[in-house]
């Protein structure tokens, strides 16, 4: 279902589920998809829908979406409409509920809960280019448009922090994501790691090539990995597209870049991988879980996410960011460790979509047996 009218509501409905925009499946998505199948019966409102770009995860669901609906904007679109969002989400009308159970990372946050319901929060981030990359967005457009992209993100900012005080309870994915809240918020959360398709992946026989599976863009760091393999004379393979990639495909002609891959092949690739290369900070970081799951050892920067899902000198290693030496050095050296695939298997499952799904619920739970004193802290 898609326009501005509001979708209809199983009878028995207790929970109203609310996304971004649905558009594609990563990470957030693919989190989002677990939730919605824990609530199957519950009403889906979001920004933008694609059902093809979700591949059609969401078919059969009632999906309610903004009056932006009928601009047909796409993925590679979506962030020309970033001003008009704020106006949008309010424009969403929620039916009585509950519980409105919003998954955002930019403006689910701020839809309207219908009186008496409480809100819960699963919050990836609080919106990047409004608090902590808003010089990055800045510097990645074009010098006419600047000035006014920073007025705009500066009203976003003031908007989000308003809509953050109407949720009862924000869920963090990881220490990184709970301490943005704690610091642009003023909120506390607790931590519901997000939910991974540990059953999609499987050990393989190992091959030669080490790989990276990332969107490509600038403050992913790939040019980190790609420089040490380079260094250390590795082959590597890239899985993923990006503004960036042209660019790095011409400065490192030795790496096989592959483009978008499918689900699949991506198991394929994460099976015969030597290692996985997580150079960036990632909030949570799916791919290192992932590449667990088959099996494979995970290099990754000892920041954000990586910190709570790999451990160092079992299921791979953490090396200081940003520096290519301790990169280049890592790579040389973790076949020699002899780490266990099980091992790598076995620390995955702590972050399977059955465990997420029994949190969340768990949450859920804990925030209707008590939304008088939710909702006075909130504000």
């Not at 998809?33 to 979700?54: H, N, Q, S, V, W």
Request: with cysteine; glycine share 8%; hydrophobic share 45%.
């Amino acid at each position: 279902m898609s326009g501005s009218e509001p979708a209809p509501t199983a009878p028995d409905a207790r929970v109203v589920l609310a996304h971004d925009y649905l558009l594609v499946m990563r990470g957030a998505e693919r989190s989002f998809a677990a939730i919605a199948a824990l609530y199957e019966r519950a009403p889906i409102f979001t920004l933008l829908y694609d059902e093809k770009g979700t591949d059609r995860r969401f078919a059969g669901r009632a999906v309610t979406t903004s009056p932006l609906q009928r601009l047909g904007v796409r993925q590679s679109g979506f962030r020309r409409l970033l001003p008009l969002y704020p106006w949008a989400v309010g424009r969403l009308e929620l039916p009585p509920c509950e519980v409105v159970l919003s998954s955002s990372s930019a403006f689910a946050h701020g839809v309207r809960k219908p009186p008496g319901a409480v809100h819960v929060c699963y919050c990836y981030t609080p919106f990047r280019y409004a608090w902590y990359e808003q010089q990055r967005a800045l510097e990645e457009t074009p010098a006419p448009l600047r000035a006014p992209l920073r007025l705009a993100l500066e009203r976003i900012r003031r908007w989000d922090l308003a809509a953050s005080r109407s949720v009862d309870v924000y869920l963090a994915i990881s220490e990184l994501s709970r301490e943005r809240i704690r610091r642009y918020y003023g909120r506390e959360a607790t931590i519901v790691h997000p939910p991974v398709e540990t059953e999609r992946f499987a050990p393989g026989v190992p091959g030669e090539s080490l790989l990276i599976v990332s969107e490509i863009v600038r403050h992913k760091r790939l040019q980190v990995a790609l420089e040490a393999a380079r260094r250390a004379r590795a082959p590597i393979r890239v899985a993923g597209a990006g503004p960036d990639l042209q660019a790095l495909r011409e400065a490192y002609p030795e790496a096989e870049f592959l483009g978008r891959v499918g689900d699949e092949e991506l198991a394929g690739l994460y099976a015969t991988a030597r290692a996985v290369i997580v150079p960036g900070v990632e909030e949570f970081g799916i791919t290192a879980v992932e590449a667990q799951a088959a099996g494979r050892p995970v290099i990754a920067a000892a920041a954000g996410g990586a910190l709570e899902t790999v451990i160092d000198g079992v299921t791979g290693r953490l090396v200081t960011l940003d520096e290519v030496e301790a990169f280049r050095a890592a790579i040389e050296g973790i076949d020699a460790l002899g780490l266990e695939p099980a091992a790598a298997v076995e620390n995955a499952q702590r972050f399977s979509v059955a465990v997420f799904q029994r949190r969340v619920a768990e949450q859920v739970e804990l925030a209707l047996q008590r939304p008088a004193a939710l909702q006075d802290g909130a504000q």
